[in-house]
């Protein structure tokens, strides 16, 4: 069921304070993708973003005014074969899904749930995104 890590973001109550840390502090390149999303080059990490908590409250729940069900922190999410398949399972389990599986703007499909901390998981499938510039030592590429 689960590829890979497919990436890690930091949801934050204070995103320009938080983009002023990465890029001024920190002294990483930081590209801002959208209100409230930016991503950070990083070396050894995929995808690596910042998120404000409205923005990750509206892609979760369609709704801004939310944001307080969203759980600070970092977020992680998971690359699988296939995101309604990965639900299945999830659901199957007892976990409830915060945001069923969708089609997003960019391309994802994406569901969106809780880890035991509260913190937010999102299971994604990217198939245009799978093949790494080179693959690991004894990989099989798919």
Do not use: C, N
């Given at each position: 069921?689960v590829?890979?890590?497919?990436?890690?973001?930091e949801?934050?109550?204070?995103?320009?304070?938080?983009?002023?840390?990465?890029?001024?502090?920190?002294?990483?390149?930081?590209?801002?993708?959208?209100?409230?999303?930016?991503v950070?080059?990083?070396?050894g990490?995929?995808?690596?973003?910042?998120?404000?908590?409205?923005?990750?409250?509206?892609?979760?729940?369609?709704?801004?005014?939310?944001?307080?069900?969203?759980?600070?922190?970092?977020?992680?999410?998971i690359?699988?074969?296939?995101?309604?398949?990965?639900?299945?399972?999830?659901?199957?389990?007892?976990?409830?899904?915060?945001?069923?599986?969708?089609?997003?703007?960019?391309?994802?499909?994406?569901?969106?749930?809780?880890?035991?901390?509260?913190?937010?998981?999102?299971?994604?499938?990217?198939?245009?995104a799978?093949r790494?510039?080179?693959?690991?030592?004894?990989?099989?590429?798919?």
């Amino acid at each position: 069921m689960v590829r890979h890590i497919a990436g890690l973001a930091e949801i934050v109550e204070d995103y320009e304070a938080a983009v002023a840390f990465y890029r001024d502090t920190l002294g990483l390149p930081v590209k801002e993708q959208g209100p409230g999303y930016a991503v950070v080059e990083a070396p050894g990490i995929l995808h690596f973003g910042i998120w404000s908590r409205e923005t990750a409250a509206e892609s979760t729940f369609g709704d801004r005014s939310r944001a307080g069900e969203i759980a600070l922190g970092f977020t992680l999410g998971i690359e699988v074969d296939r995101v309604d398949d990965a639900v299945g399972s999830l659901s199957a389990s007892g976990r409830q899904l915060l945001q069923a599986a969708k089609d997003e703007p960019w391309g994802q499909r994406t569901a969106r749930f809780a880890g035991p901390s509260g913190a937010l998981f999102e299971f994604s499938e990217t198939p245009w995104a799978r093949r790494l510039a080179q693959a690991p030592a004894g990989a099989e590429e798919s």
